[in-house]
């Protein structure tokens, strides 16, 4: 059984459903991570793929044990309390086995959809708030700048509602993270550098309560450490030249951009979890013993669910660091 990062750092395990896999292969993918042993499944909601509720749905339905998560649903383009509704019958219909991750959502698709709020933070706290109130079986009674309702509550809301986590990369959504919601997840190109210093901002807000920290990695698994790195240059330099991430970009603690090959794989080493079985699961341990709570690996590359089969079958079996029953 795995146990929290901070005590042993052991994290738990997770993969995460290509986002531009065809939908039509969730089915299966869920069920070969559940039958990887793995704990996690986590589903990105992009504009304009797929919907991420409704894909969660579907994998707890599917599966008997694997905990779904949602990483992320765009704030402003949902009403808290509609958004409540939904993630309260999910719980109700699967205990224990939802997390949700709310974000601001990329300012490019917000724009093209008429849903770009003035203030895109204060929205996302503000939903944040009203739904983990209206989860918790408060009436909730709200005027803000975004979000405003008048006694609402959910009128049979959750035993247990689940985590609902921010996720942001930004020192301010950090911090709306550590105050307002149950944990923080963080995207691919967050090294251990970046995960402990996003700890240490959640530490000054409350640091009474430890929240979750989800981290999400690339993972490419090769015996050839070479043609594994070859395999994350186009997530590696998507990420470098989007402009999306400029904190886990300051704080990489790398040579940046890359000036030689040499530089762009000791980058690949710090971001992703690549390489050999014995590197993967060092750089799994790594991410833990920075902070992560679980780490949730997306495969880059062909073959996906070859991936998941190899992380189990080689990187968890070989060298344990979590997460695999």
Not at 122 to 150: H, I, K, P, Q, S
Not at 157 to 178: E, F, N, Y
Not at 294 to 313: C, F, I, K, T, Y
Request: aromatic share 4%; glycine share 10%.
């Amino acid at each position: 059984m795995s146990v929290a990062a901070s005590d042993t750092a052991v994290p738990e395990l997770g993969v995460v459903f290509p986002a531009h896999a065809p939908v039509e292969q969730l089915p299966a993918f869920a069920a070969a991570v559940e039958a990887a042993g793995l704990e996690q499944l986590w589903l990105v909601e992009d504009c304009f793929l797929s919907g991420g509720l409704t894909m969660a749905a579907t994998a707890l339905a599917l599966t008997e044990r694997l905990r779904v998560g949602v990483g992320l649903l765009p704030a402003s383009i949902r009403n808290p309390a509609l958004a409540a509704m939904e993630i309260a019958t999910l719980a109700r219909l699967h205990p224990g086995r939802l997390e949700i991750a709310f974000g601001h959502g990329v300012r490019e698709w917000m724009g093209q959809i008429g849903a770009l709020p003035e203030r895109r933070l204060a929205a996302l706290e503000e939903v944040v708030l009203a739904v983990r109130r209206l989860l918790a079986g408060e009436t909730v009674t709200t005027a803000g700048t975004d979000v405003r309702l008048e006694a609402v509550a959910l009128e049979t809301p959750p035993a247990s509602a689940p985590p609902i986590l921010v996720g942001t990369t930004g020192p301010k959504g950090v911090r709306i993270a550590a105050r307002s919601a149950d944990g923080l997840l963080l995207p691919e190109g967050c090294g251990p550098a970046f995960v402990r210093w996003a700890r240490s901002e959640m530490g000054d807000e409350r640091p009474e309560a430890r929240r979750r920290c989800v981290v999400y990695a690339w993972l490419r698994i090769d015996d050839d450490p070479s043609s594994a790195y070859e395999e994350l240059r186009p997530a590696v330099e998507g990420w470098l030249g989007s402009g999306l991430y400029p904190e886990p970009l300051h704080r990489a603690g790398v040579r940046l951009p890359p000036e030689s090959e040499h530089d762009f794989q000791t980058l690949a080493r710090e971001l992703a979890v690549a390489g050999d079985p014995a590197s993967c699961a060092a750089a799994i341990r790594g991410l833990a013993e920075a902070g992560a709570d679980s780490v949730v690996l997306a495969p880059v590359g062909p073959d996906p669910a070859g991936q998941v089969e190899r992380l189990a079958g080689e990187v968890l079996l070989s060298s344990p660091v979590g997460g695999a029953r």
